[in-house]
C-alpha cells in the first residue's frame, strides 16, 4: 500500500519518538523509506549542515539496525516546500511527520500544516 515513505527528520524530541513508528510502519507495509532533513536557510535549529548530515547518518543506522534500507536526502530551502518537492521526486505514497518539530511557528503556519496543503500524496500527522 505504502510503497515509498517519506519520513522528514530534524533534531526533535518528537522525531526520536516517530522513528519506531515509522520502522514499524515501513516493515508492515514493505515500504522503502526515504529520510530527508532540511537545512534551513534562515538561522535556526537545523541551519548547521554538519549537524544535518550526522543526524541523518544516525537516523539511518536506526533503519538500517531495524533490517530496513533507506535512501538519504539533504536539502536546503524552506522546509515545507523542500518536503513536497522531494515526495513529488520519490514518488512517495505517504508523508509521515510530528506535529511540531523545532520550528517556533504558529500552529496555523506551521511546517506540517503547510506540507498537508502542498503535498503530493497523503500525509500522516503524528502528535
Known sequence: ??????????????????????????????????????VEDEEGAMHEPAAVTQLLEQARASFENAGLACDVFERTGKPAFVIGDVAEEVNADLIVMGTRGLSLEDDQHSTAARVIQLAPCPVMVVP
Open 1 to 38: 500500500m505504502f510503497d515509498t515513505v517519506l519520513f522528514p527528520i530534524d533534531n526533535s524530541r518528537q522525531t526520536l519518538e516517530m522513528a519506531g513508528k515509522v520502522i514499524q510502519l515501513a516493515q508492515q507495509h514493505g515500504s522503502r523509506v526515504v529520510l530527508l532533513a532540511v
